[in-house]
């Protein structure tokens, strides 16, 4: 009998964190067959060493890495495609506690919810949220986590957001939005995705009482290509599609601000790399100028 709900675990390399948080899910009480494992192009050994450690759990591969949106999208088209209505996506650098799915699951039949925020935790802190949610202050172009309990249970519109480390989807609200827009590659996009569902009404919940450990950091891009050309470069194309006017100028100009003072510690550095990426970055921004 096929699971009606799932939980899709998305990981690249990296097999010590993904066998813990497949064991976390499987310890929860979780049956095998209602768990998902995507492998986000890994090495092929990799992909062997988690079949042979969990062989009655699902698994999928991708031969080339398409970043946080398109393995998010990957992972999760097959299972709804397979008759699944809803998804606990899970990161591989996240623990997952008993009752998690069942609660937000809950919490959707309440609320009408179609996408929701867990309770985020710091692994190695338990009693200390990550995030509850989290939200877009336009007047610095800048994101940031929601820490506090006992927030209204509906995020406000056109401001808030899910964190793409663990959320709860439902496939009405994938097929709706399309998944994560794919031309972000790597953050910014789960901004995107609330604020799309926003747009189009699907309401988005957090619910305190699905609690999932995150060991921060530990699966975060060190690199230049990462940190900087993703990171800022998405920052510019959320401001660009989701403000206007006297807003957009603002913000960019900020941003244009911030980069050219870290250009001037790049420059001090010979950090040729991110110098080569703020090029490219302030060039999107001119664009915008421009036209």
Not at 167 to 177: C, E, P, V
Request: proline share 5%; with cysteine.
């Amino acid at each position: 009998m096929k699971p009606k709900d799932a939980l899709v675990v998305l990981y690249y390399n990296k097999s010590r964190l993904t066998k813990s948080c497949v064991t976390s899910i499987l310890q929860a009480g979780y049956p095998a067959e209602q768990v998902f494992c995507f492998d986000n192009g890994s090495k092929p050994e990799v992909f062997a060493e988690l079949q042979k450690a969990f062989p009655r759990v699902q698994h999928y591969r991708t031969e080339q890495n398409r970043g946080f949106s398109g393995g998010f999208n990957k992972a999760l088209e097959p299972v709804f495609a397979d008759g699944v209505s809803s998804v606990l996506f899970c990161t591989n650098d996240t623990v997952v506690y008993p009752s998690a799915l069942e609660n937000c699951r809950q919490t959707a039949r309440q609320t009408g919810a179609g996408i929701i925020a867990p309770c985020i935790t710091y692994l190695s802190r338990p009693a200390e949220i990550d995030s509850s949610g989290g939200y877009f202050d336009p007047t610095g172009c800048t994101l940031h986590h929601y820490r506090k309990r006992d927030l209204p249970v509906l995020l406000e519109p056109g401001k808030d957001y899910i964190p793409g480390t663990a959320l709860w989807i439902h496939r009405d609200a994938f097929k709706a939005l399309g998944g994560t827009d794919e031309s972000y590659f790597t953050y910014w996009e789960d901004v995107d995705l609330s604020f799309r569902a926003h747009r189009e009404n699907i309401p988005q919940a957090r619910c305190y009482e699905a609690k999932i450990a995150h060991g921060v950091g530990q699966t975060c891009h060190k690199k230049p290509l990462y940190t900087t050309f993703y990171f800022q470069r998405n920052r510019v194309r959320f401001c660009k599609r989701y403000l206007s006017g006297a807003d957009l100028e603002r913000g960019l100009g900020i941003i244009r601000e911030e980069l050219l003072r870290a250009g001037d510690r790049w420059q001090e550095k010979g950090d040729r790399k991110r110098l080569n990426y703020l090029e490219q970055i302030l060039a999107e921004i001119d664009d915008e100028a421009a036209g």
